[in-house]
């Protein structure tokens, strides 16, 4: 199965870290989209139509002011999408994409930063937890506390 990430914030950098599936990625900042995939080995589309093209399943995780603008063009060509938009019901994103399979889902992220981003370096050196949306780069010590 084929995931199309569209937007590339944090959330879906929690998401899509530890996938074995490659990844598609289209993002309104394509310098965020194209570090997002070469840090997971994914690959970054020229459009959200495109993503939309090519995934099974289609994860949204851009704005709340962006869903009517993006699902015009995403809502043609996407099978499932499971919707991580904050603070949008799924009844909002049901009725954006009309005839589609719609999921929600929430990410814990005070969740993850309880757990001191797994890292283990004594405050030093780069974060190793798979679920840290800052994993692999250098930091200082403590929590990222977002």
Do not use: K, W
């Not at 993850?112 to 004594?122: L, V």
């Amino acid at each position: 199965m084929r995931l199309g990430f569209i937007g590339c914030d944090r959330t879906a950098a929690i998401l899509a870290r530890g996938l074995d599936e490659q990844v598609l990625f289209a993002a309104t900042d394509g310098a965020r989209a194209a570090a997002l995939a070469a840090a997971l080995g994914g690959r970054v589309l020229s459009s959200y139509e495109a993503v939309a093209e090519r995934a099974d399943v289609v994860v949204l995780c851009h704005g709340p002011s962006e869903i009517a603008r993006i699902a015009a063009v995403v809502a043609p060509h996407a099978r499932i999408l499971v919707s991580a938009v904050a603070g949008t019901s799924l009844e909002v994103m049901r009725d954006a994409y009309r005839g589609r399979a719609v999921y929600r889902i929430a990410v814990n992220s005070a969740a993850q930063n309880t757990t001191r981003c797994h890292r283990r370096s004594g405050g030093t050196g780069a974060c190793r937890g798979p679920l840290c949306a800052r994993a692999a780069r250098p930091h200082g010590g403590g929590d990222h506390g977002g």
